[in-house]
């Protein structure tokens, strides 16, 4: 999949206030302010440092997609997402490869409300197909 572009490292975090001071404390800027997501219940806010983009990502409420994670893994990073040109093939391709689809392909609100999706491999965990097409 040569189209596959690295867009950010997502990274779990409890609180998003006390790990932005911490960040910002070693050079990383806000380049997006905290934006809730609705569909899967978290805040996130982007930084970036040396090129580098991250996603802070923290559950707003107990019932949110990353609650459990964040018991399991605490504050650390737990995805990469990757842009694509061409979403459907790359999806496709992916799921053929051994992918697994852990939700649907759904707007990200923290990202113009761009198409992604979530999925797992046994050998290298999660990572998030992001459509690098500009919609609506
Ligand atoms: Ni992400």
Same mark, same amino acid.
């Given at each position: 999949m040569p189209t596959l572009?690295?867009?950010?490292?997502?990274?779990?975090?409890?609180?998003?206030?006390?790990?932005?001071?911490?960040?910002?404390? &070693?050079?990383?800027?806000?380049?997006? +302010?905290? =934006?809730y997501d609705n569909i899967r219940k978290v805040n996130i806010c982007f930084l970036q440092k040396d090129g580098y983009l991250i996603? &802070?990502?923290?559950?707003?409420?107990? +019932?949110? =997609?990353?609650?459990?994670?964040l018991k399991r893994y605490k504050n650390a990073p737990y995805h990469i997402c990757y842009e694509t040109d061409d979403f459907e093939a790359?999806?496709?391709?992916?799921?053929?490869?051994?992918?697994?689809?852990?939700?649907?392909?759904?707007?990200?609100?923290?990202?113009?409300?761009?198409?992604v999706v979530f999925l797992m491999s046994a050998s290298m965990g999660m990572i998030e197909l992001l459509d690098g097409t500009i919609s609506g």
């Open positions: 572009k690295i867009h950010h490292i997502g990274y779990l975090v409890k609180k998003t206030d006390s790990a932005i001071h911490s960040f910002t404390d &070693l050079g990383y800027k806000i380049v997006q +302010d905290t =934006v996603e &802070l990502v923290s559950p707003a409420s107990g +019932d949110s =997609v990353v609650a459990g994670l790359d999806y496709q391709a992916l799921l053929t490869g051994g992918f697994t689809a852990i939700d649907t392909p759904a707007p990200a609100p923290a990202l113009q409300n761009r198409k």
